[in-house]
């Protein structure tokens, strides 16, 4: 029986070559009970994994920056499961852009102002590079988002940000997207993928990290669904 909406993935796949803030994203898994190995009549296969938290597509909690803020595992299921909206700015967005007001404004003159606990995904189309790390990498020149927008949306009462890149900030900016953003108590979710294929609006997002007492970021397998 065919489900009654259509599902997005819009997860990078982990290995060890893909693009990091740092060049290396300390990712491996290693076999610790192969086929061969196993014991049993049922062979299994066992492995261990070593990661840096913020790799991938990733969520940042407010505790990232913010020493009093919440934790991975104190984010409310009903922020991390929401409505989804996507601001598409590819057609204009170059390494030194950054989301502005009136990006935010166009968008609302068109779909209507955004509501209240969205999460709001901002397509650059910077995900085009994400094969080749050095690009996306770019020394840390890629598009991003501007702290007039970042308050704007805030304003909105969103339920997190996300965008298509290594960060919404670049670091010349002193991370202020992280701090206006995590300071309210909501999230970021950086280096999204696929984000072309939602609907500016309609969408319904799953932001699923692991929840591990204490991390402050996590990477995350998430997803969208819109009802057909």
């Known amino acids: 029986m065919p489900l009654p909406f259509k599902i997005f993935d819009l997860t990078h796949t982990l290995t060890p070559d893909i693009p990091t803030w740092g060049g290396d994203c300390g990712f491996k898994h290693t076999l610790k009970v192969d086929y ?5 009549v049922v062979k299994f296969r066992a492995q261990a994994l070593a990661l840096n938290a913020g790799i991938g597509t990733h969520i940042d909690a407010p505790a990232h920056c913010i020493p009093s803020g919440k934790c991975i595992s104190d984010l409310s299921l009903n922020d991390l499961i929401t409505s989804c909206i996507v601001i598409d700015i590819s057609d204009r967005a170059h390494e030194r852009y ?6 935010i404004e166009i968008f609302e003159s068109k779909y209507g102002t955004i509501p209240n606990n969205a999460f709001v995904i901002t397509r650059t189309g910077w995900d085009k590079f994400w094969n080749d790390p050095i690009k996306y990498r770019n020394n840390f020149s890629f ?6 927008a970042a308050e704007l949306l805030l304003s909105r009462n969103v339920a997190g940000l996300g965008i298509d890149t290594l960060s919404p900030d670049r670091p010349t900016e002193n991370f202020v997207v992280h701090q206006i953003i995590l300071g309210a108590g909501k999230y970021l979710v950086e280096n999204i993928a696929n984000a072309s294929l939602l609907p500016p609006i309609g969408a319904y997002s799953f932001t699923l990290p692991m929840k591990a007492k204490d991390l402050t970021e996590s990477p995350i397998r998430l997803v969208a669904i819109k009802l057909d």
């Open 98 to 103: 950054s989301l502005a007001p009136e990006d």
């Open 36 to 40: 061969s190995d196993s014991p049993t």
């Open 143 to 148: 598009p991003s988002i501007s702290k007039e």
